[in-house]
């Protein structure tokens, strides 16, 4: 009986592992598709992307400014000014 309710199990298992394999290449976008997101993100547009980098550069010099500086940035910012 024993081995009766490994068989059965393991079957039950591989039918999991099978249905899920068969969900995921359901589900998942073929590479037409793929393709055509990677050409529409906003990383492949050369303009939006320097924007990007200035805007970073940006962000990263205000962020060294406040770790030099001893004052509170926070308090000189809000409605209560």
């Known amino acids: 009986m024993s081995g009766m309710r490994t068989i059965v199990v393991s079957t039950a298992a591989v039918a999991v ?6 969900m995921w290449s359901i589900i998942s976008p073929g ?5 055509e997101k990677l050409k529409n993100l906003p990383e492949s547009n050369p303009v939006r992307m320097e924007e990007t980098r200035h805007r ?3 962000m990263m ?3 060294k ?11 000189g910012f809000g409605p209560g000014k």
């Open 31 to 35: 590479e037409e598709m793929r393709k």
């Open 61 to 63: 010099q205000v962020l």
């Open 56 to 58: 970073n550069a940006m």
């Open 17 to 22: 592992l099978g249905l899920g394999y068969g």
């Open 65 to 75: 400014d406040a770790a030099e500086t001893n004052d509170n940035l926070a308090r």
